[in-house]
């Protein structure tokens, strides 16, 4: 008897909703890799996402980011937590979705600040006003991300209940996939 192939299952949504954390969680529940995004470019480029946009600006990385996803990854059995921005560059969306069932994580924009303000490595928020800037990114992204499909808001909810809601999710949506 042959296994049932296992979709990969991508998770978005903006820096801070909990896709790396959660993603872990999910990933060994389901048996399956996880692979962040935004560390596996690291990985490949040799430097950090922070100082890739600095050196070599935000088009370059959005180009490795649609590589990744195009063809940088395993087709099954992997968790793939996506950058916060990959989704909304022109066409990624619709790629992402070719490629497995996505979920989108959500959160309000001050328990993202609440969860970000002390990490150095966010590029986008290295400014004056990072809540304003929150707001700013969430208002252009969110109509986009809400395009995914499911949507899981993480805000004042525990790991564990959010980690058996997409679960769930997965296996509604990995039942309809080819």
Known sequence: MTKKKQ??????????????TIGRQ???KLGFQFID???????????????????EGEAAFRMMEREFIEKGH?????????????VVQPGMLDL???KGPAICLLASAE?????TKNNTNRPL??????????REMLSIREPIYKQVGAEILTDNRTIADVVSHICRSYKLESKYWK
Do not use: W
């Open 111 to 115: 328990t993202i600040f609440e969860r």
């Open 74 to 86: 395993p087709v099954e059995g992997c968790l793939v937590s996506c950058g916060g921005g990959l």
């Open 26 to 28: 999910v990933a060994q």
């Open 37 to 55: 995004s935004d560390h596996a470019i690291e990985e490949k480029i040799g430097m950090s996402i922070a100082k890739l946009f600095e050196t």
């Open 125 to 134: 928020l290295n400014v004056e006003d990072p809540l304003a800037k929150i």
């Open 7 to 20: 979709p990969n299952l991508y998770l978005v949504g903006f820096m801070g909703t909990g896709k790396s």
């Open 96 to 98: 992402v979705k070719s």
